[in-house]
T-cell receptor, first 111, second 115 residues
């Protein structure tokens, strides 16, 4: 158990819909990273937040957005969903450079 | 930009045999290197990492990896595998920019240990 929690574990929704994935980092970790794991693209970095502020963006679509709240939990919002958005979405929290602890992931299925 | 190449997408071995999972990365500057393991239907678990110091790093369950700067490699080895080592293994390198550390992953190697 990494100490990082993600909800929900599974999510099934239809094309065109909007969903929100939630991540609670390990106690005391200020950084939250989001990654997407798909069969086509493998594991890809999406976005990084540090203490409420966006620090870096990766291959994140404009239809996707994220935020980190004052209690340090983070949400990833995915809108206008397409079949190709079906994937595992991981968040990771980090106390310092060189240490990222991954949550169990949310499996999103778009039908 | 960094890139990671895992040369083998699948590696089948017999129980108690040795195994090597190969990983090469692109950068010539200082990097942090990682191996993560993903068991079926589970998340990513950190197996071992190289940040600095000794180039040989070890995990608690018998895996080891050696950082080779000249060959830009970080191969993972285990002298004797168990059925329970069956999983997918991902090599990753950090890309640090402006205080943000993103992980760049290889495509993964599926290790299957057969009895």
């Amino acid at each position: 158990d990494s100490g990082v929690t993600q909800t929900p574990k599974h999510l099934i929704t239809a094309t065109g819909q909007r969903v929100t994935l939630r991540c609670s980092p390990r106690s005391g970790d200020l950084s939250v990273y989001w990654y997407q794991q798909s069969l086509d693209q493998g594991l890809q970095f999406l976005i990084h937040y540090y203490n409420g502020e966006e620090r870096a963006k990766g291959n994140i679509l404009e239809r996707f957005s994220a935020q980190q709240f004052p209690d340090l939990h983070s949400e990833l919002n995915l809108s206008s969903l397409e079949l190709g958005d079906s994937a595992l979405y991981f968040c990771a929290s980090s106390p310092r450079l060189g240490s990222q602890y991954f949550g169990p992931g949310t499996r999103l299925t778009v039908t | 930009a960094q890139s990671v190449t895992q040369l083998d997408s699948q590696v089948p071995v017999f129980e108690e045999a040795p195994v090597e999972l190969r990983c090469n990365y692109s950068s010539s500057v200082s990097v942090y290197l990682f191996w993560y393991v993903q068991y079926p239907n589970q998340g990513l678990q950190l197996l071992l990492k190289y940040l600095s110091g000794s180039t040989l790093v070890k995990s608690i369950n018998g895996f080891e990896a050696e950082f080779n700067k000249s060959q830009t490699s970080f191969h993972l080895r285990k002298p004797s595998v168990h059925i329970s080592d069956t999983a997918e293994y991902f090599c990753a390198v950090t890309e640090i920019q402006g205080g943000s550390e993103k992980l760049v992953f290889g495509k993964g190697t599926k290790l299957t240990v057969n009895p």
